[in-house]
């Protein structure tokens, strides 16, 4: 005949004398006396203390070091200024007089990629600081239209049409233009005219 051998689930399991048996552990005795609060302790204080630490490292440390970084490049910037005496002050006049010199004639270029069906025609003015800008432009026109032309050929349709392409190509001419007149001479272009046939 069949015995049922499944303990009944408040009883621990007993031999016929009552004692347990040997290697088998009671389960009321493994609960903790203290209820589920202990249990879930640990995860109370990581969800209470993570944002308070994440908050306070943010406001006491991140956010000064920043702070400092950036007085420290304006310290540095107004330490070279000061020393600097009154180069600095022609430097600031500089800056704020802007010269425009546009170039004698509009570019035209053929576009790459296109097998000389498309072209590219485009009006460029250089923008100075120095007093003797427009002589310097006038003085190397040609050579400042045929570096534009060089740069200008080399872009196709499809760099044309990406978003932010005018910028990136007034950034490719400016450093054009400064290596023909000098690093520096050069700050900004305008392109009054920029078409694609």
């Known amino acids: 005949m069949a015995v049922n051998r499944i303990p009944h689930a408040g009883n621990p399991p007993s031999e016929a004398n009552g004692a347990a048996k040997p290697g088998i552990e009671s389960t009321t005795a493994a609960a903790p006396k203290g209820g589920s609060f202990e249990l879930w302790l640990p995860l109370i204080i990581n969800i209470v203390l993570m944002p308070a630490l994440a908050y306070a490292l943010t406001v006491f440390v991140i956010v000064p070091r920043l702070r400092n970084g950036e007085s420290g490049e304006s310290a540095s910037k107004s330490t070279a200024e000061k020393s600097a005496g009154t180069t600095g002050g022609k430097k600031d006049e500089m800056v704020k007089t802007k010269i425009v010199a546009p170039l004698s004639s509009k570019v035209l270029v053929n576009l790459a990629g296109t097998m000389g069906t498309r072209y590219l025609l485009a009006n460029v003015s250089l923008v100075g600081a120095k ?5 310097d432009v006038e003085k190397n026109d040609a050579q400042l239209r045929d570096a534009a032309a060089g740069t200008l050929s080399t872009k196709s349709i499809a760099d044309l049409e ?3 392409s005018r910028n990136l190509i007034r950034t490719e001419l400016i450093n054009v233009f400064n ?3 000098g690093e520096g001479t ?3 272009i305008y ?3 920029f078409a694609i046939q």
């Open 191 to 193: 392109l009054t005219e």
């Open 131 to 135: 007093t003797d800008f427009k002589a």
């Open 162 to 164: 990406k978003p932010g």
């Open 186 to 188: 050069v700050v900004d």
């Open 179 to 181: 290596s023909v007149l």
